[in-house]
């Protein structure tokens, strides 16, 4: 039941839609004075009154029916008492039928989003920077998906460049098949830095690096087993974190997928007239729009990454017929992105408009707190095994006769880390604390996750709920309900702006809801009516908990 559709549809404004007077509505912060509110300021200048005149004009012609019980005017704001009983009822009843779908909607029906995400370069460590383009993308497909959408998740894997040719390069001088598969990636990244440590004295050895990129471009026997190799054993190694991560993907086609689609792109971009030779390289000009010029080929025709996106983004087009196309890619990338979409626009495509950059901030790790390893990152999957590892330590200390203890930390540690990668709003730079993310308290995983293994705890204790007559609720029990029935709105709101921080922050009020109310409220009392109606909402707490989790690709605990 939507109240706030309720007591749209009961006012009339002339010249504002229902759907605007419904985004108008809010839930005041404090419910004592109503459970919604009109601010009527947002009707002065299209009503030409002043708000408080509207809003006692509105109060006066009310009429209160099942669902809003009354309507009062304060200072400019109008404010709306519902139907606690019956809402709380309706929406209870609601949530425990729908479980894992609670929250869900087909609002996304018919429609496709790909999502680009994660990306990573092969041979190349997975750090600590890559974690927020992996969590953020993974939390947006599956709040789509909820959503209704069909949602490609798009791993644009880096694997086209010549430092692939330096790394054969550094293969044949430093290292051997046995020594790659016992040390993988790290192996990988040990001999890519000596390369360039190398080629700095010795310059030919770019020479040669070249000459290898050839052969594996001419599709060479010997130099493409390599290539094929070490992308294996990126993505092996990367597939560890992905899973732990809870990541999938639908599509692993990367920047060597569109080798034999860029030809048609660079042929369309000539036609069109969009190509320019500028110092022997071809680009398309953006000045007019304020922009430095996108490269499109280098002087000797090799492709540029710009122009592989370009075709990627046709290529999707054509595949898939998208209604939106997000790149999740740090701020760094601003201006690459607002070239090629710009490139796309001048060819004609109008869906350029559809393509949107899902910007965030840098992650770092607070200081000191890890050494450095192969050549100066630090990697992604080192970061989470300390975190597991330091749940397991806190578990240990605190409830060392828990069962299942490292499946525990496990769920916890990884937790951790995408709460807290995925807490503040994304453009955010984050400085990355375990002690922080592994707080009970405060802003944490492990806060929700202790507040789901509670409510366990609690229909544990009491049994299952049984149903209830309605009753009289009291304020603690009121504001539990109130944040329950803002999950559906939270996940739409989160899908529209691409903010999977949304879902994190609405699950810390949810949980601080139900623990206040934990607080204030005895569950297992002797009165059947209240000892079921509580035991509802612990219920409802965590079934919806679960959900906001599940859409952040966090996995809940039993106890804890
Ligand atoms: N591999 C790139 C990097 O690490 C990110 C690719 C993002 N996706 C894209 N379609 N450009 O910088």
């Known amino acids: 039941m939507d109240y706030k559709k309720i007591i749209a549809e009961k006012l009339t404004v002339e010249g504002v839609s229902k759907e605007e007077l419904y985004s108008f509505i809010e839930v005041p912060p404090n419910t004592d004075m109503g459970d919604y509110a009109l601010p009527c300021f947002k009707l002065s200048k299209i009503m030409r009154r002043p708000p408080v005149v509207i809003a006692q004009n509105f109060a006066d012609a009310f009429v209160p029916d099942e669902y809003i019980l009354s309507c009062t005017a304060i200072n400019g704001y109008l404010n709306f008492k519902i139907n606690r009983q019956g809402y709380a009822d309706a929406l209870l009843k609601n949530i425990i039928n729908s479980g894992d779908s609670y929250g869900a909607s087909n609002i996304g029906e018919g429609k496709t989003v790909c999502i680009d995400y994660s990306s990573i370069n092969i041979a190349k460590p997975f750090h600590i920077g890559h974690l927020s383009t992996t ?34 390069v550094a293969f044949k001088r430093w290292s051997s098949f046995d020594a790659v598969k016992e040390g993988r990636l790290k192996e990988l990244s040990r001999i890519y830095v000596k390369y360039h440590d190398e080629a700095k004295l010795d310059p030919k050895m770019d020479d040669e690096a070249r000459h290898y990129f050839k052969l594996i471009e001419d599709g060479d026997k010997e130099a493409s087993e390599l290539f094929e190799l070490f992308k294996k054993i990126t993505l092996e190694e990367v597939d560890k974190i992905y899973k732990l991560l809870n990541v999938t993907f639908d599509s692993y086609a990367g920047e060597s997928f569109y080798n034999d689609k860029m030809a048609p792109v660079v042929e369309e971009l000539k036609e069109k007239g969009l190509l320019k030779i500028s110092d022997g390289a071809s680009i398309v000009d953006l000045e007019e729009y304020g ?78 707190s890890m050494s450095t390893r192969s050549g100066n990152v630090v990697l992604l999957e080192d970061v989470i095994n300390k975190t597991i590892e330091k749940a397991r330590a806190v578990i240990e200390d605190k409830n060392p006769n828990l069962p299942d ?64 007559k309605n009753i009289e609720m009291n304020d603690s029990e009121y504001a539990v309900i109130s944040e329950l029935g803002r999950f559906s709105e939270v996940v739409k709101a989160a899908a529209e702006k691409y903010e999977p921080s949304f879902v994190t922050r609405y699950a810390l009020d949810l949980a601080t809801a139900f623990n206040k109310f934990y607080i204030d409220c005895k569950i297992a009392v002797e009165d059947a009516e209240v000892k079921n109606f509580r035991l509802a909402i612990t219920k409802a707490v965590k079934i919806t908990l679960t959900n906001a989790l599940t859409l952040l690709g966090i996995e809940t605990v039993e106890q804890m």
Request: proline content about 2%; hydrophobic content about 40%; overall charge positive.
């Open 135 to 168: 969590v953020i993308g993974s939390a947006l497909c599956k709040i789509f998906r909820f959503l209704g959408y069909k949602v490609v998740g798009i791993n644009h894997l880096g694997d086209y460049g010549t430092q692939f040719g330096k790394l054969i």
């Open 291 to 368: 922009m430095p010029p996108c490269l499109i080929l280098k002087s000797d025709g090799s492709t540029l990454y710009a122009t592989r996106d370009i075709a990627a983004a046709l290529y999707r087009k054509n595949t898939y017929d998208f209604d939106k196309c997000l790149y999740v890619v740090a701020y760094q990338q601003n201006l690459h992105f607002k070239q090629f979409f710009k490139v796309l626009e001048l060819m004609g495509k109008d869906w350029a408009k559809d393509m949107v950059h899902v910007s965030y901030g840098m992650v770092s790790l607070e200081s000191g």
């Open 405 to 468: 203890k490292d499946k525990i930390a496990k769920s916890v540690g990884t937790g951790a880390v995408i709460f807290g990668a995925l807490c503040n709003n994304k453009i955010k730079d984050i400085t990355f604390s375990y002690d922080k993310v592994l707080s009970f308290e405060g802003e944490t995983c492990p806060y929700v996750q202790y507040t789901v293994a509670r409510c366990n705890s609690v229909i544990a204790k009491c049994g299952e709920y049984e149903g209830y």
